[in-house]
């Protein structure tokens, strides 16, 4: 019966097992890149939803610029590639989300 649990088990980890385009490594995906995606716009909206987005189009412009030059290094020109910039001068921080959504704090800009 283990043998059986353990092999079955293996068959699972392996048919989750997927390549990497970028490295071609192979890693455990347990969502697809789609739900990943989804998840991603989903969480994007809901922290959009509640910062303050930056006004500033001379500061926008800057960020939308330098995002589409990163986008395009990428070569994922698949996603749809979104830049915000959020108004909060004390958060030194920026993230990505699957799908190529981009939030750049308002703090970063002078270090960066």
Do not use: H
Not at 87 to 106: E, I, W
């Amino acid at each position: 019966m283990k043998k059986v649990f353990l092999t079955g088990l293996l068959a699972l980890l392996l048919a989750g097992c997927g390549s990497v385009p970028v490295t071609g490594r192979t890693q455990l995906q347990m969502v697809s890149e789609q739900q990943e995606i989804k998840m991603g716009l989903t969480n994007f909206r809901e922290i959009l939803g509640k910062e303050k987005l930056e006004a500033d189009p001379e500061v926008n412009a800057r960020v939308q610029r330098i995002g589409q030059r990163i986008a395009a290094a990428t070569g994922r020109s698949d996603y749809q590639w979104e830049f915000k910039v959020i108004d909060n001068d004390k958060s030194m921080n920026a993230f990505c989300l699957p799908g190529g959504k981009v939030a750049v704090y308002t703090g970063i800009l002078p270090v960066a």
